[in-house]
């Protein structure tokens, strides 16, 4: 029998990027889309990348049967104490845009040298098996925050964040650039690691 693995997202792009990197794994991978469960809409309301990450799994994993996983992620910036963190996505308000983002980001940043500007995008992926054990994986990428937006590639913070040793943001990456050395890849890395010590 061909486990199954449960994706708490409907985000068409991420559930392609999953695909691809788990795809010599012996496991049949669906989104909650698939299964019928596209308005189930969690409250992220936890203060961590985990906390929300297993809340969603959780959510789901009482509505299906098979491996779920869903993830969370943030940009953390030194210079601000590690914000935005978790509230990443609704950094400038409850009706938060990318552009509104990345605007206050830049006016909290705005008398930071270079050299202070440091920052970390975190990505934790929460692993809730058909038993109910939890297992978790991470991955981070390091880099700056730049002065201004370059490049109209990606999405939220990815013309800002200035990928450590590459000089050049995410948003100036091609996606197969930044799929190879994201936070998001380097977690569905681990996650590929710890699915495969599961389903042996």
């Known amino acids: 029998m061909n486990r199954k693995l449960i994706l708490s997202s409907g985000n068409e792009h991420k559930i392609k990027e999953i695909k691809e990197i788990l795809k010599d794994l012996n496991i049949e991978i669906v989104s909650k889309d698939d299964l019928g469960f596209k308005d189930l809409d969690v409250d992220e ?17 009482k509505l299906v ?3 779920v996983i ?5 940009l953390f910036v030194d210079a601000l104490d590690g914000a935005p963190g978790v509230y990443s996505a ?14 206050l980001l830049l006016k909290n940043l705005k008398d930071v040298p ?9 990505t934790v992926i929460a692993i809730i098996l058909e038993d109910g054990l939890k297992l978790k994986a991470e991955g981070i990428c390091k880099g700056r925050i730049g002065f201004e937006a370059h490049g109209t590639n990606g999405f939220g913070y990815d013309p800002l964040f200035i990928v450590e040793g590459l000089g050049k943001s995410f948003g100036e990456m091609t996606d197969e650039e930044k799929n190879s050395l994201s936070h998001r890849a380097n977690a569905l890395r681990n996650l590929k690691n710890v699915l495969g010590e599961v389903l042996n």
Do not use: V
């Open 45 to 61: 309301d936890k203060d961590t990348l985990e906390g929300n990450a297993f809340k969603k799994a959780e959510e789901l994993s």
């Open 65 to 67: 049967n098979g491996i």
């Open 70 to 74: 869903a993830d969370d992620t943030g």
């Open 90 to 103: 609704r950094y400038s308000g409850e009706n938060a845009t990318y552009k509104g983002n990345n605007e």
């Open 114 to 122: 270079m050299e202070k500007r440091t920052a970390y995008f975190k």
